[in-house]
């Protein structure tokens, strides 16, 4: 059984960055009602503060229910726990993997990959900070589904071809801005 964790600073980052941030604009939100009453324009950049707010604690509270921050595998199962003011443990059968999505799969290599489980009400998420992060992904893929499998590497394929025409349009417009039209 190989253990996955997350170095301490990502740890720290990923548990509590949202309690400064969040503070933060919390003043600037409540200097925004104060100065209500001097100019109307205080009112789009409180209700600008407040959306801030609340998204970011969103993405926080929704990262503490899944994401683990230690994670033991083998070629069976995932065993997930460690999660944020939680004592639980998820057991996670690498056969009942039925998406994963995220990541490298939507061909951005820093969003957090998320694993959906058969019969399992929420996802299971890690972000490629954790520690030998290629190893995990190595070991969930050469043991999931096959026809799962084959599914994630076309659509790697496709994201990758659309990539590459995209850079290939854009390095032409930049040739077509450069040269004198005649």
């Known amino acids: 059984m190989q253990t996955f964790e997350y170095p301490w600073l990502a740890k720290i980052v990923y548990r509590y960055a949202n309690i400064p941030v969040t503070f933060i ?4 939100f409540l200097v925004s ?20 707010i609340f998204f970011v604690n969103r993405y926080y509270w929704r990262s503490y229910k899944s ?8 070629n069976e199962k995932l065993i997930c726990s460690n999660f944020f003011m939680s004592r639980k ?28 489980i058969k019969n399992h009400d929420s996802e299971i998420g890690f972000h490629y900070h954790l520690k030998n992060y290629n190893k995990l992904l190595t070991l969930i893929l050469s043991n999931i589904d096959q026809e799962l ?25 930049r040739v077509n801005k450069k040269s004198p039209v005649k």
Do not use: C, H
């Open 33 to 52: 009602l104060g100065a209500l009453s001097k100019s109307w324009f205080w009112v789009i950049l409180a209700i600008v503060q407040a959306l801030l």
């Open 25 to 28: 604009l919390l003043i600037y």
């Open 67 to 74: 994401f683990p921050y230690k994670i033991e595998a083998d």
């Open 89 to 116: 443990k998820v057991e996670v059968k690498l056969s009942d993997i039925e998406l994963l999505r995220g990541g490298i799969f939507s061909s951005s290599l820093t969003k957090p990959i998320f694993l959906k």
């Open 149 to 173: 499998y084959n599914s994630l590497l076309e659509k790697m394929k496709d994201a990758t071809v659309e990539k590459r025409q995209k850079r290939k349009d854009k390095r032409e417009s």
